[in-house]
């Protein structure tokens, strides 16, 4: 059973202000090692200071060797007087199918 709601089912209006936490499912672990239920990262939405005008998804899975790591690019704010994205921004910068991405509330 997957936790969260999925990303590619929200409106793409709905904003995501720095601090939210994002949930992959099919994160590429080893099947071996982890059953499909836990083979997850979660990345917290990071304002970094010396970015302007972007966000960054870093992973803060727990006992995890990828904590702490940054997944991909940058992704761009929805406006100049906002620091959030939406739907859209996160499809620009993860892909258009995110179908495995889950917002934690």
Not at 35 to 63: K, M
Not at 86 to 102: A, F, H, I, Q
Request: hydrophobic share 35%.
């Amino acid at each position: 059973m997957r936790t969260g709601r999925p990303i590619a089912s929200l409106d793409y209006q709905e904003k995501f202000w720095y601090g939210t936490v994002f949930r992959m499912y099919n994160a590429g672990m080893n099947p071996d090692a982890v059953d499909a239920e836990n083979n997850y990262y979660d990345y917290l939405l990071t304002l970094l200071q010396w970015e302007r005008g972007y966000l960054a998804l870093v992973n803060i899975t727990s006992n995890n060797y990828r904590r702490g790591h940054s997944y991909g690019g940058l992704i761009p704010v929805h406006a100049e007087e906002e620091i959030c994205v939406t739907r859209r921004e996160l499809e620009k910068s993860l892909g258009p199918v995110l179908s495995d991405w889950y917002i934690l509330d």
